[in-house]
């Protein structure tokens, strides 16, 4: 499993156990990460990345998660994300 996303969203994946985790800095900076993983990878990326990202959809298993908290209907819709992408429940 890869994340990309903003400062925040990485630095959190990273210390929920996802080690590969990079902060997307810009659109060349993704597509070298990019170029080093396997098609088949699993990816989970903010909104924001994919929208400038597009080679991204060269892959098959992207999650898209929304840049802000905000962005989400209600937080239990950002702790199931989190669960299933991770496999263990985060207080948010």
Same mark, same amino acid.
């Given at each position: 499993? /890869? !994340? %990309?996303?903003? +400062?925040?969203?990485?630095?959190?994946? %990273?210390?929920?156990?996802?080690?590969?985790?990079?902060?997307?800095?810009? +659109?060349?900076?993704?597509?070298?990460?990019? +170029?080093?993983?396997? +098609?088949?990878?699993? /990816? /989970?990326? $903010?909104?924001?990345? #994919? $929208? =400038? !990202?597009?080679? %991204?959809? @060269?892959? =098959?298993?992207?999650?898209?998660?929304?840049?802000? !908290?905000?962005?989400?209907?209600? #937080?239990?819709?950002? @702790?199931?994300?989190?669960?299933?992408?991770?496999? /263990?429940?985060?207080?948010?």
């Amino acid at each position: 499993m /890869i !994340v %990309l996303g903003n +400062r925040d969203f990485a630095t959190g994946m %990273l210390l929920a156990g996802v080690k590969k985790s990079f902060v997307f800095e810009n +659109r060349e900076n993704a597509v070298e990460v990019l +170029r080093e993983i396997p +098609r088949d990878e699993f /990816i /989970i990326a $903010n909104a924001s990345v #994919i $929208n =400038s !990202v597009p080679e %991204l959809e @060269q892959f =098959s298993n992207v999650v898209s998660i929304p840049d802000e !908290v905000e962005d989400f209907g209600k #937080i239990d819709d950002l @702790q199931h994300i989190i669960k299933s992408v991770v496999g /263990i429940e985060l207080e948010v």
